[in-house]
């Protein structure tokens, strides 16, 4: 603001300011270099970390968030004509056939499932008539290579040997077989489906309406809320409403991979990159304090030093923020342009923007200040490298270019230790990224979760290989249990245990349940394959490592009582569970959470499977509520790694001459595990690479302007005789040490950071066997030694350049 008869100098401070950023062109581009790359940082890592988190949500943002169990026709049709509905995807499926080695599922879907629901494509249509049906290209590819939209093909659908000719209207392109490579999906007409169900199953057609609301709403009660408003009315019961895993996805309850926060992130990256603007900035305003002593001579006021220092910080600024958040948005897209959104790039690079000026101006505050309070007198004296420092009272002292070096570093502590810290805090985050990235072992989580006492699993078909026989039972498993258990069959398991490469057979005590979670969850159901049981001998380990509650075994199972992983339930909550009668039907009954546990906590101490198991009931309440003596559902079998194919190879023969059993393997769970870590490793690298070119490009950055700030002292020594490859000799041995310092200094803090960080996830996820990033540490000392030669390089053609006279008269 300029006062009144105050004359108005701000012409004369933009023009000095402009002459001074073109006064020294490099040292400003290497500090606009710098504010781009510390901005570009902050903002790929924001993106790439929120588009991979969105790419997740993608999958779920346009289905549906409740479905409706077995409404009427007529109350379907209510719900339809709702405008508070946006579409409903009616689905039932009807059974499943095991043959020739291959599994169909025949299911009925209308356009609104398969296409949103499902986000399924197909060429041709959707089956109207009773011998129409729609196919997945990888059946056809497999098994019917000739056959096209339009065409016929015989099946037998139903596995009861009757085979039919069926028309195909239509080819999926780009279905997901979740159940394996040899799982099929094949969808029906209505009317087709009627008859199987009246003809095979005797069951009524009574289909799941996934429906998709008119509300933005994630949490839980709101959905629910707003579903309750448009089902109610038309007479659908609140017990025939399911949550979807829509709002458990959207509000990041479910996530996939290594979460990484972004706060954090943002926080560390900035930091990082206010050390270093400081650093760099301070030299540049430090090396001209000379000038700006000349122009307070002649009459400059502090305020307009001032000015035009904070003017160059802000043009600086500007040119390096704009420049980063472009680069930031385009790695932020290339890492993830499936999760992408325009809108969250603008949101961020605003946020960016901010961060990266309110650590900018606090970068600069000590710069600009000894810039504008020191004195005319005082500036025309001022040498960069000048620090407060006591004489020495040694008698004598070697000046060879070893002590020359020593002293240097030793004479300004403070630029000694900002130095070794530009790189080496790049460096700790550069090699635990690394390290953290390459320790992710989806083996050691497989093992640890759900393959503890083995390699494969032998479990008990919850679905004969023909559901639409007559021993299409509920709960085929439990049927199973009931009779002949082939899992406690003493021949079956000696012949297994015989089998070359099989060191040992774990017989597991599991029930087919389904468990719905309490209120404060909505109606989620918990789909458990298997529910572990407890004899008194296991329920003794168990309930010493109960975090809440405390019951013996009759209590517990005299109340049906169920003991609850502690993050789904609490103890006190009811739940509702489903499993098989002794009546051969569906029973349903609410039981009490009479102990709560930490699953992760319990498999280390005493591993049960399934692994990591969220429900735990008494061997007894099963007994009683179901009739099932022989609990045994699972076997898991412990073979060697050389025999591992061969010996999955002949139970898999086994398996499949009859439908009582099914195997899982160790290999289809690394798989999956290995998918759902794709997306968090490849950024962690990706912060790796950022703050390996970083913290390179800054200490370079760093020392380059240190050593223009220097040339009055170089040609000082030139002038008391000192050699041209002495003074080369002096700045290696420099270079040396802060390298080696800063090498030092990243090797020891990655390591402890790493120990931190891999046991915290480590005890979350169990996914960690440490694994040293030696192709990231030799990269690092490549890098280390790059600098070292491009400084040398620089040094040597620098003081040959050096005119003694002409710098000592400066």
């Known amino acids: 603001m300029t006062w009144p008869f105050e004359n108005d100098t701000s012409a004369v401070v933009k023009k000095l300011t402009k002459r001074s950023i073109l006064a020294d062109k490099k040292s400003n581009l290497l500090l606009i270099v710098t504010i781009a790359l510390s901005v570009c940082m902050v903002l790929s890592l924001a993106l790439s970390t929120k588009g991979i988190a969105e790419a997740q949500k993608d999958s779920y943002r346009d289905k549906a968030q409740i479905t409706v169990v077995a409404p009427t026709e007529e109350q379907l049709a209510q719900i339809k004509n709702n405008s508070n509905v946006q579409w409903i995807g009616e689905y ?96 029906v007409s209505k009317t087709y489906a009627q008859m199987l169900l009246s003809k095979t199953l005797d069951r009524d057609f009574q289909i799941t309406a996934y429906t998709r609301l008119n509300t933005a709403a994630i949490s839980s009660g709101e959905i629910l809320s707003f579903a309750y408003d448009i089902t109610r009315p038309v007479g659908i019961d609140d017990e025939q409403v399911f949550l979807t895993d829509y709002f458990a996805v959207m509000s990041g309850v479910i996530k996939d991979g290594v979460y990484i926060s972004i706060p954090l992130i943002t926080f560390i990256t900035s930091v990082l990159a206010a050390v270093v603007i400081y650093g760099i900035f301070y030299t540049v305003v430090v090396k001209n304090v000379q000038t700006l002593g000349q122009l307070r001579t002649i009459g400059m006021t502090k305020r307009q030093i001032k000015r035009m220092v904070r003017r160059n910080s802000v043009q600086f600024s500007a040119k390096g923020i704009f420049l980063g958040i472009c680069l930031g948005t385009v790695i932020g897209f290339c890492v993830c342009p499936s999760g992408f959104r325009i809108k969250t790039a603008l949101v961020y690079g605003i946020f960016a923007t901010i961060i990266s000026a309110f650590a900018i101006t606090i970068a600069v505050r000590k710069p600009v200040k000894i810039a504008y309070s020191t004195s005319p007198i005082a500036g025309m004296h001022y040498l960069p490298y000048e620090v407060k420092k006591k ?17 240097n570093i030793s004479r300004n502590r403070g630029k000694a230790i900002f130095t070794f810290l530009t790189l080496s805090i790049s460096g700790i985050i550069f090699l635990t990224s690394a390290l953290v990235a390459g320790s992710i072992d989806a083996e050691k989580q497989a093992r640890f979760l759900y393959f503890p006492d083995g390699e494969i699993q032998i479990q008990l078909r919850n679905a004969a290989q023909s559901t639409f026989t ?3 039972e509920y709960n085929y498993s439990t049927f199973l249990q009931l009779g002949n258990n082939p899992l406690e069959n003493v021949d079956f398991i000696e012949k297994i245990e015989k089998m070359d490469g099989v060191e040992k057979v774990t017989p597991h005590n599991a029930i087919m349940t389904t468990i719905g979670l309490p209120v404060g969850m909505g109606n989620w159901l918990y789909r458990s394959n298997y529910t572990p049981t407890l004899t008194q001998e296991q329920f003794s380990i168990v309930s010493d490592l109960l975090t809440a509650g405390s019951i013996d075994y009759t209590e517990m199972t005299k109340t049906n009582g169920i003991f609850v992983e502690d993050k789904y339930a609490s103890v006190g909550d009811t739940l509702t569970l489903q499993l098989r009668g002794i009546d051969g039907n569906e029973l349903s009954l609410d039981v009490p959470v009479v102990g709560t546990y930490d699953g992760s906590k319990l498999m280390s101490v005493y591993s049960l499977v399934p692994g990591n198991p969220n429900f735990l009931m008494t061997y007894d309440t099963v007994k009683n509520l179901t009739g099932v003596s022989a609990q045994t559902g699972i076997l898991s079998v412990d073979v060697t790694k050389e025999k591992y194919d061969a010996v999955l190879s002949q139970i898999n023969e086994i398996a499949q001459s009859g439908d009582e059993i099914i195997v899982f393997d160790i290999a289809q769970n690394i798989s999956g595990i290995k998918t ?135």
Request: glycine residues 6%; proline residues 1%.
């Open 391 to 407: 004489n020495s009272h040694k008698l004598h002292r070697k000046l060879t270019s070893t002590n020359l070096a020593k002293i």
């Open 470 to 472: 007559a021993n299409g």
């Open 92 to 187: 039932l499926f009807l059974g499943s056939s095991y043959q020739d080695n291959i599994e169909l599922g025949i299911s009925y879907a209308n356009a609104d499932y398969i296409e949103k629901e499902r986000g399924l494509v197909y060429s041709g249509s959707l089956p109207k008539d009773d011998n129409e049906i729609l196919l997945e290209q990888d059946y056809i590819d497999h098994y019917a290579p000739n056959c096209q939209v339009g065409g016929t093909i015989v099946l037998d659908l139903t596995g009861t040997g009757e085979t039919t000719e069926y028309r195909i209207s239509g080819i999926i392109a780009n279905s997901e077989n979740t159940l394996g490579e040899a799982y099929y999906d094949v969808f």
């Open 676 to 810: 759902e870590y794709n997306a968090s490793i490849k950024n962690l690298y990706l912060v790796s690479v950022i703050l390996f070119l970083f913290g390179g490009i800054s200490l370079t950055n760093t020392l380059l302007v240190d050593f223009k700030n220097r040339k009055h002292e170089f040609a000082l020594l030139k002038a008391i005789g000192t050699t041209q490859k002495q003074l080369n000799n002096m700045l290696n041995r420099e270079i040396m040490t802060y390298l080696a310092g800063s090498f030092s200094i990243a090797l020891f803090g990655s390591t402890i950071a790493s120990i931190i960080v891999c046991k915290r996830l480590d005890s979350i996820n169990h996914c960690i066997r440490f694994s040293f990033p030696w192709l990231f540490l030799f990269a690092f000392v490549a890098l280390l030694i790059i600098i070292y030669f491009i400084f040398s390089f620089y040094v040597s053609r620098e003081l040959k350049n050096t005119d003694v006279i002409k710098l000592i008269r400066e």
